[in-house]
């Protein structure tokens, strides 16, 4: 009867300690649960757009880029006609789409023309820093300002509206967006110089500099044009053909 009594005390001891335990581990965990569910994933923003949307380099590049456009052409764009222009790119070199880049990591999807088209038509994108100073100082000037883009021609009014809300549109600029595939920017460029095609209307005229943010924005094997003189390249380290 005494070995009962003992092993009886014994279980229900051993009992009590594996209840204890039990319920320490309960509570201890519950707090830890409670903050998995409750923190959002964090998603890692790789290198490249964070360079572009938080680093004063990015910035400081960019501003110096149009500061010693501005300073180079001043002079000869104060003197000029309506026949004289200057060629500028868009994206990466007056808009600024880091968003829709952000929006791709979020998603974890890569470019495609849908979602890119979908992104144009929401007219959210910003200004590249020093862009907006430096067309407002081409605006005081008799010189056309030519947007020469990949965007579709299909998205100019959205294009166009999204430029309106940052205040650097205006209604003399000329657009020559992309009509095909087949429209390459070489075809638009000798269209500007010729007086062909779109600019039929408009005539020929003369190219005074260029700004893009990719090789092909420029003209290729050319002396008349040199980078940091008449040509200026914009650093975008988020996507290209490299
Ligand atoms: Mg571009």
């Known amino acids: 009867m005494k070995k009962c009594m003992s092993l009886f005390l014994c279980l229900s001891l051993y009992g009590c300690a594996i209840n204890l335990d039990f319920g320490f ?15 959002p994933q964090e998603i890692k923003i790789p290198n490249d757009i964070r360079w572009v949307t938080k680093s004063s380099e990015y910035k400081i590049l960019c501003e110096q880029t149009y500061k010693n456009a501005w300073d180079n052409l001043s002079e000869i764009l104060n003197q000029v006609n309506e026949q004289s222009a200057i060629i500028m790119d868009l994206d990466e070199t ?16 890569s470019y495609n023309p849908e ?8 007219e959210e994108a910003e200004l590249v820093p020093g862009a907006k100073k430096f067309i407002d100082n081409v605006r005081t000037t008799n010189t056309t300002i030519i947007f020469l ?6 998205n100019e009014k959205p294009t166009i509206e999204n430029m309106k809300r940052l205040n650097i549109y205006d209604e003399k ?3 020559l967006l992309r009509i095909d595939k087949a429209d390459k920017k070489h075809v638009r ?3 500007v110089t010729s007086g062909t095609g779109r600019l039929e209307q408009a005539g020929p005229m003369e190219v005074l500099a260029y700004f ?12 008349t044009y040199i980078f940091g003189q008449n040509m200026f390249m914009f650093p975008n380290p988020m996507y290209g053909k490299w």
């Not at 007056?94 to 999807?109: A, F, H, P, R, W």
């Not at 979602?115 to 929401?122: E, I």
């Not at 990719?214 to 094997?221: G, I, R, S, Y």
């Open 25 to 39: 581990g309960e509570e201890d965990a519950k707090p830890e649960t409670n903050q998995i569910k409750s923190t």
């Open 94 to 109: 007056v808009l600024d789409n880091s968003k829709y880049q952000i929006g791709l990591t979020e998603k974890g999807e």
């Open 115 to 122: 979602s890119w088209s979908t992104w144009v038509n929401l």
């Open 189 to 191: 460029r000798n269209e």
């Open 173 to 175: 600029d000329i657009f």
């Open 149 to 154: 883009s990949n965007r579709m021609a299909k």
């Open 212 to 223: 893009g943010d990719a090789f092909h924005d420029f003209p290729q094997e050319s002396e």
